[in-house]
Each structure stands twice: as C-alpha cells, then as structure tokens.
C-alpha cells in the first residue's frame, strides 16, 4: 500500500508564489514518474508538471516558466514552485505517483486572487 501526504498551497494574490510538496511512503518500489495535476471548478483534470525516474522534467505549456517541478528521489518526495501566479491557476492540486499503477493524493487547494 503506498501513502502520499501532500502539504503546502492556499491564498495568495496574482503575482505572488506557492508552493506544495508530496511525500510517497509505504511499499514503494520503483517509482517511475512523480507528478501534479490539478482541476478548477467545471473543468477536468489536466497534467501540470511531471518528472521521470530519470529526472527528465515536462510542463503543460499554461505553467511553462512559471511552475518548477523538482524530486528528492531519497525522500521520495516531489515539489512543485508556483510563481508569477495567476487566477487562472486557482484549482485543486493533486500528487500522483506511477508505479505499476497510478496512485493520487487527496488533493490540496491553490487559489490565486486577482
């Protein structure tokens, strides 16, 4: 069984900077990529950043610039810096882990103020 405990998001204004992290325990055995989606109201889930058990990083072209995805493969933790925020990047934030399977955090809350 495989945990993930996201921490980190909230309020901020447009402009401004946050940041989340996910910390995977539990059996965990060869994780392949460790990554962030998020889902605004009425919208569907999308791909914001990911990073590969090679370290090879990708970005959905919104957040190009602005987000850095990083990964403590020791820690087994992913991080994700969100500058130069924006309205539009309001959404819930959830962690997802590929092993042989998929695993997703419960989600935490970013909301950027105009």
């Known amino acids: 069984q495989v945990q993930l405990v996201e921490s980190g998001g909230g309020l901020v204004r447009a402009g401004g900077s946050l940041s989340v992290s996910c910390a995977a325990s539990?059996?965990?055995?060869?994780?392949?990529?460790m990554g962030w989606y998020r889902q605004a109201p009425g919208k569907q889930r999308e791909l914001v950043a990911v990073?590969?058990?090679?370290?090879?990083?990708d970005y959905a072209d919104s957040v190009k610039g602005r987000f850095t995805i990083s990964r403590d493969f020791a820690r087994n933790t992913v991080y994700l810096q969100m500058n130069s925020l924006k309205p539009e990047d309001t959404a819930v934030y959830y962690c997802?882990?590929?092993?042989?399977?998929?695993?997703w955090g419960r989600g935490t809350q970013v909301t950027v103020s105009s």
């Open positions: 539990g059996s965990i055995f060869n994780i392949n990529d």
């Open positions: 997802n882990v590929h092993l042989s399977f998929n695993v």
């Open positions: 990073v590969t058990g090679g370290g090879i990083t």
